[in-house]
């Protein structure tokens, strides 16, 4: 994790998949690598859906049928990048004032057959007023390296990933 930009995080990872591969499973697999505890709503997380276009839509859906949309798809160029919105408040509360949202950018960069540089920049992190530090750092330790992500890609489970 890199936090020399003071508005922003950044982190990255290398991954030993083709670029649609690692792709995918970032758009359309984002249960199986997203920390299940870190969602907005009271009922267990059962999915989390991103609508693959710009404009498209991210939420959670949770296991008593209830949605949570948290985020807004801003870029959307397989296989090469993704940019959503993070529509959540330092309260850790959905932000409906869409000015005071960051951004996360992240870019996926083939280094052969079967390999992608996957490469995360969550920005803008100021836009969230006052306390945007707090969620900087919270955020910069939730996305480092990338662990739970890189671990599902290359088919691992999440605890072999953090040794």
């Given at each position: 994790?890199n936090?020399?930009?003071m508005?922003?995080?950044?982190?990255?990872?290398?991954?030993?998949?083709?670029?649609?591969?690692?792709?995918?499973?970032?758009t359309?697999?984002?249960?199986?690598?997203?920390?299940?505890?870190?969602?907005?709503?009271?009922?267990?997380?059962?999915?989390?859906?991103?609508?693959?276009?710009?404009?498209?839509?991210?939420?959670?859906?949770?296991?008593?049928?209830?949605?949570?949309?948290?985020?807004?798809?801003?870029?959307?160029?397989?296989p090469?990048?993704?940019?959503?919105?993070?529509?959540?408040?330092?309260?850790?509360?959905?932000?409906?004032?869409?000015?005071?949202?960051?951004?996360?950018?992240?870019?996926?960069?083939?280094?052969?057959?079967?390999?992608?540089?996957?490469?995360?920049?969550?920005r803008?992190l100021d836009?969230?007023?006052?306390?945007?530090?707090?969620?900087?750092?919270?955020?910069?330790q939730?996305?480092?390296?990338?662990?739970?992500?890189?671990?599902?890609?290359?088919?691992?489970?999440?605890?072999?990933a953090?040794?």
């Open positions: 994790m936090t020399d930009t508005t922003a995080v950044r982190t990255e990872t290398l991954v030993k998949v083709p670029i649609e591969r690692a792709f995918k499973v970032f359309e697999e984002m249960e199986s690598w997203w920390d299940p505890d870190h969602h907005l709503g009271d009922a267990p997380l059962a999915e989390m859906v991103v609508e693959r276009h710009v404009g498209g839509r991210i939420f959670d859906r949770h296991t008593d049928g209830s949605e949570c949309q948290w985020s807004r798809v801003l870029a959307y160029e397989p090469t990048l993704f940019v959503f919105s993070w529509d959540i408040n330092t309260r850790w509360e959905l932000e409906t004032d869409l000015q005071k949202t960051s951004e996360v950018a992240v870019t996926f960069v083939a280094e052969g057959p079967d390999r992608t540089r996957v490469v995360l920049e969550h803008c836009r969230h007023g006052e306390g945007w530090e707090g969620m900087r750092d919270a955020v910069g939730g996305w480092a390296g990338l662990e739970g992500y890189t671990a599902a890609v290359e088919g691992r489970d999440r605890d072999s953090a040794s």
